[in-house]
């Protein structure tokens, strides 16, 4: 049986249906968690997830194989996922479901900008509480201090040759991953996905809802394989 680690807000069935087992986390400082909620928390918080599944597959009633770890995400959730994955050669793939490009999306803002699109993510002025311990200016001072980093294509190098599949809305979040391609392509100049040496392709289409932090709301998505032979799937 494959051990299956996925970094977002509810478990897909269908994935265990087909025989995945599916481990799913919620950062500290969510949704009434213990601790406090920041970006670097969100990264230590799946990396120590991976450790619990490799200490975990030393008992063999288990049945899990460390050695087949796929890490998925939603919105925040894909980005810890590319972000995560690029610093493991052993997790085997990655799935970026509306992944959002921290760098580029909040990072890249001035501070006021900045500010006002992490609240309008996360409903603090509306009056939500669903994140402990931070602000809105406190994640945007974050991400603006790693905006040069934490972006999807600096991950694009360590992601090549792996499988991957980026599923995306009508936020804009995969077109700014296609856009940032251009500049981190290899050499070979063949099509690909977050500038990976060969197409992506999709073996199962993903039409469930997901909602998290960091989302645009719900979604529910088509295919769509472009021209350079990528597969996606966006909301209409």
């Not at 670097?40 to 770890?69: S, V």
Request: contains cysteine; charged residues 20%; hydrophobic residues 40%.
């Amino acid at each position: 049986m494959q051990a299956r680690l996925e970094v977002v807000g509810a478990p897909l069935p269908r994935g265990r249906r087909a025989g995945w087992n599916v481990l799913t986390i919620h950062y500290r400082g969510s949704w009434g968690g213990p601790g406090s909620f920041s970006f670097a928390h969100c990264f230590e918080d799946a990396e120590a997830a991976l450790y619990w599944i490799r200490e975990a597959a030393r008992d063999a009633a288990l049945r899990l194989d460390p050695g087949r770890i796929v890490l998925a995400g939603h919105s925040m959730g894909g980005f810890v996922a590319a972000h995560v994955a690029a610093g493991r050669s052993e997790v085997q793939g990655a799935a970026m479901i509306s992944g959002v490009d921290l760098g580029r999306s909040f990072g890249s803002l001035d501070w006021n900008r900045a500010v006002a699109r992490v609240d309008d993510n996360v409903g603090t002025g509306a009056g939500l509480h669903i994140l402990a311990g931070t602000s809105p200016g406190a994640l945007a001072d974050e991400a603006r201090s790693n905006a040069d980093h934490w972006r999807l294509a600096n991950y694009a190098a360590c992601l090549a040759g792996r499988k991957l599949l980026l599923v995306t809305s009508n936020d804009g979040s995969l077109r700014g991953a296609m856009r940032s391609r251009a500049k981190s392509r290899p050499s070979t100049g063949r099509g690909s996905s977050l500038a990976t040496s060969r197409p992506i392709t999709a073996t199962r289409t993903i039409a469930s809802r997901f909602r998290s932090p960091f989302s645009a709301g719900w979604h529910r998505s088509r295919r769509r394989r472009n021209s350079a032979g990528v597969t996606s799937y966006e909301a209409p």
